[in-house]
């Protein structure tokens, strides 16, 4: 079968099916085995590369990519020298950007901002990187090294270790290895865990999730301040292909004295930077610098890691040592390398200049998505991540907040722009209401406080929230007598 | 005839002639039919994108323009990263970039660079905006967007409102709607008005002037302030052609109880934001913002704007409500986005690549520039302008200070890098003198109070103007006794 | 011979030997003749431009060169906006941008910078500034300039004036000078001296150098000010060929009433500007800048630079007067354009898009570089340069420090980075051992004070140089007593 994926967005991870991402690494191949013979596949088209953070990588290997295939870039790299600097909103660049470009490449500190540009321009855009939400691009050339170097991603032991919570290509990464049948294991060092929002996300995959607390290390010093981990491991395991028998995953936590091998085997280690930038005043930036993880000869000498590949997204500041890059388990460079046919691949699919004859065969997906109902009513309440773009003063103008209502068991609401939860000290200041009790019957107009028992009698497609009781009585509502 | 602009430059939109300017129509024309075919039509041109100020849209738009020719682009988007940074003039920039490129664009935050650029670069030099003075290839796309839509500007009746003080679009805008014989209609709101040397210079083009002070504005809820509202119509109506048949003014002002109707029927209504970057602290910014005109559905329920188009130069902050976006006559985005095929067609002319043979008719300028002396004498005026390149630390050593005399009742000189006029504060300073009179007389040396009944006396081809007294007595004159 | 420099690096002018150098003036003479047929000549090449400090010229005209030999490029302008203000080193940098591009061409602050990227990139790497270090494009550019007016570099004489301490572009052209022949008289105002380091390096080129100080310049107001003048000259001026008659030098300095000829004729004038940014609080800023030298009419009158060309690496300040523009004898513009056709012939060459065929002849050097012993072991000795790179954060991780051994009376080093030597202030805190004497040996493990008269006893290949008593102690020598 064909895989067009012409004027298709890539905002997040899940914008691709499985099939899809194998489309991109197949034609990832062609653009690697012959590089100038790509030149003039995509001649006359314009790329946008809209960066407003800081980056080298990412923006030069986009801007390579669209170069080798015989492209032309326009780009912006500084926030303070665009229109957006004058108060403009996103929407408006992006109307205007996809007028001109034929593609849109777009990194933004605010999370959602990629999504936001996909919806109001006309041409395919590419999330690279949106605050802390996700890198997807960069989700793709990490599977395509962990294919190359394994030719499966079925059934892998990755462990992954370093700032798993504002580290944005892991928030990616995981996703993915989920669908296609990878084991994880994180090693959450204090203070810069994997964010709740994630491990929910993981859990309605139906992947099973198990933490080891406190577990301690052998290996490198930084490995003497203990850390949680938490194993990932599919739905079913009997769904996993034959060729991969040494997924025994014996549990080997040091605990009372005794230890349990938290994973057999390591196929590849996937270490993140601290990235600070993202840090806020009350994570305590200092402290957590003495017990980051550094990712070492010493740490490697551990028979599990023997064969296991050393990635990382890079740039590395402290937590792997300049003596790995003679280790031959390390890959971080060749990794960066992929980027380059990763992305024309990715480039010239979405502009609709290559496609893929992929072979019919089911689709390989280990999870499934769970579908949640959409909450779109512009009635008070707003997403509480400060750094999501529906709550920025220039976007609010226009962007209507919508969530999908992810749990009633608390009412918990995920942003649709920067994927984050409602936080539970949120939900004292919500209310409530049916918008089928009152149909036509202005005194059954009543309102309940959200954390109430009402919750429960009101089914979710009639669900109407508040963002305050004040919201409520603006639009007609009385305070319910039962709910006080 | 055959229109070729091969080594022109544009400065301010008076460089071109209507017959040129819609010689670029025609050719733009070509360029948005079929965008592909015009890509090597600048094959092996380089094209220098020098932006000295914040730029999204105006950069990104001549830089995808140049691109889909199949030429290549240098660029400079920060002043802080370049030799202008280490001193450097304007002139030796453009010397040397001049021999680098082919062609330059360029942005700068000084009123009358651009003209320098061009006077040193041996290569074609297009002002992308130079401070508040002109934006000639947004004019150009402004007029461009006009004539889709109405087919013709003759006629037209356009109405601006916002900043028309610091917005420089609009000064470009307002000659060109003179020259092709559209009708003006200047919705001046306090604080934001025309500057007085573009009224002087629009009624130097014959254009006849009518001011409405007061006027209430029913519509939008920003229309409560009571603003000015210039009329401005060509010299000789008659000379309109037949089908502009519908320009029936009838002025409508309320006063004294009386309505009268300032515009039957506005074709176009043209917006602007506030241009905050160049306001000056005597402007009361905060007071501005309060009563800042807002272009929105309710003042656009007004008969008179049933059909006018809503065009914006773009970026919108608040005075254009996002509400509008989804109006049929909105057509901002797409005028924007005219940007691309406009500059394609003004790029390719003047780098020689394209030329249009236009039908031979009588020239369609409906007023004519008036030609004044011009006056290079370095005797001490400067210009008052404290934005014009002329008077800047790093320029001032080479650039000689010219001028227009534009009036002798009171003296009044036009910079002809900025095109300010010396304001009536400055005339006291000045002291004039007749190159005539002295001719081989010492003692016949006498100059004068410029305000001083003498001016008259002096023929302006004989006229010099001293910058003060002193300046005047440097050169070996004395004072005169009757003008004291 | 076919010339081949394909794969080369080009860091310092030292890279190419003086048949190379004619080789890129063979290719640019080809590039400026027929420039238009060299599009194409690297299509599908890319080049990454890499400018870490403010830029237009060298940058504008290496993107230039590359676009028009039908390259592309990518470009990194502002530190601010890469991963290197995440702390990423510049060896990881050049690792993942040399997979990305063809050909690196990088500027950095740091002296040494360029050479790391070249250690560490797979690809081609060109200099393009590393602080105060060296700008060897610039040079070839300067010695293009000269041969176009001269013919031949053999016995000119050439004059340099400004910012001999901090001006990159004179430390690179200097050497070359002398390679190709040519004879160099430094004018040098006070506090910007040519730094001891370079003055060594053409001593041990065996360049015979002559000081006069205290000369009075008739000449320009600036002149006033006495200033020292170092005349360098070929080891044997005998070797210089027949057509260079005229180089009969007499020297003539104002001393004790008497008039010595410094030079009786200059071919050339070559000006620098004073580098502000890299000046030290130290060097006392205003003070120089009362002196410094400015070449006008004035100057030039004088019979000595009647055929003088005046060339000037641009940008200017105030050191050359706009009056300089219009004298035939100013080739500053005209070497800024060359800029172009030579770094096209340095990026087709060291692409190995071209090569060129060159006769067979003897070399041309007059001069030969000195070998020296190299000094790699990492015992405490640092280099004192505060901006070499090899001391910096982010590099000492991985950067080993390495020495030549330029002199032992006194201990001299000379850093292989940045090329400067260790101050003789930092002698007295060096320890000195030898590695053959202790063989074996434990109680025989002992050191001493560099600047003691065991300097002396050791063999260069035996020594080892500790930066502290402590450093020696911690690898087992004890203080020897005979030399305290």
Redesign the interface.
Known sequence: MIIDLGKRDLITIEDLSNREIEAVFRVADQMAENM?EQ?GVC??K?M?SL?FE????TR??F??AM??L?G???S???I?????????SIA??A???G???DIIVIRHPWEGAAKVVADYAEVPVINAGDGGHQHPSQTLLDLYTLKKKWKTLKGLNVALLGDLKYGRTVHSLVFALARFGALMNFRQSPGVEMPSYVLRKLREYGLVLRKYPNVNDSGSESGSTPFDVIYVSPPNQARLPMETTDIDIQIKVRRGGHDIEVMKKVDALYVT?RQ??RFKVEDGSDEIDKIYPVVDKKLLQEEKYRKAIVMHP????GELA?EMDADPRSMY?KQ??F??PVRMALLSLLLGAKSADMPERRQLSFVEKKEFLTYEMDTGVRCQNEKCVSVQETEK??IKPKFEIVSTTPLTLRCTYCEQETPPEYLPSLYIASSKWHQGLVENKRYYKADSFMLGRIRPENLIIFGSGEDARRQGFKLGKRAV
């Open positions: 100038i030149f001649r006359g314009v946008a960066f800081p980056s080298t990588r030069l290997s801007e390579t170069n080798r015989g032309s870039v326009i912006v790299t500084d303070g020298n665009t229109s957006l600097a004058k108060g403009e408006d660049m109307r205007v950007v007028r001109y470009a930077r600070k930038e890079l740039p590395r500041v300049y460079f960066a390398g980027g380059v103008r226009y």
